[in-house]
């Protein structure tokens, strides 16, 4: 399993895309931490792994936190463009 599959709804449990936004943001914030997010949404640590990587993006500059939660939103629709792990973690930038 993998958090991308889980954020599209591939694999279940599904981790809802504006949770995980939220979740980032508290974070980001200083209002719970890494650990309180991971444990929150149930990830495994190679998920939470992932989880970093997508946040990386945005701290990094590449790509804003609003654009990361577009981007999920429309990998969860399902509707055949962001909708397999692979083209999800091209779009985002992670390999």
Avoid: W
Avoid at 11 to 40: D, S, W
Avoid at 64 to 69: D, I, K, M, R, S
């Amino acid at each position: 399993m993998s958090l991308y599959t889980r954020l599209i709804g591939i694999e279940k449990p599904r981790v809802p895309v504006h949770v995980f936004y939220a979740l980032a943001h508290e974070v980001q914030r200083g209002e719970i931490t890494g650990l309180q997010a991971k444990n929150f949404l149930g990830l495994s640590n190679g998920e939470a792994t992932e989880a970093n990587a997508i946040i990386a993006r945005v701290t990094g500059g590449f790509l804003t936190a609003e654009a990361v939660h577009q981007i999920l939103m429309i990998a969860e629709r399902q509707g055949g463009l962001y909708d397999t792990e692979t083209t999800l973690k091209a779009r985002l930038g992670v390999s």
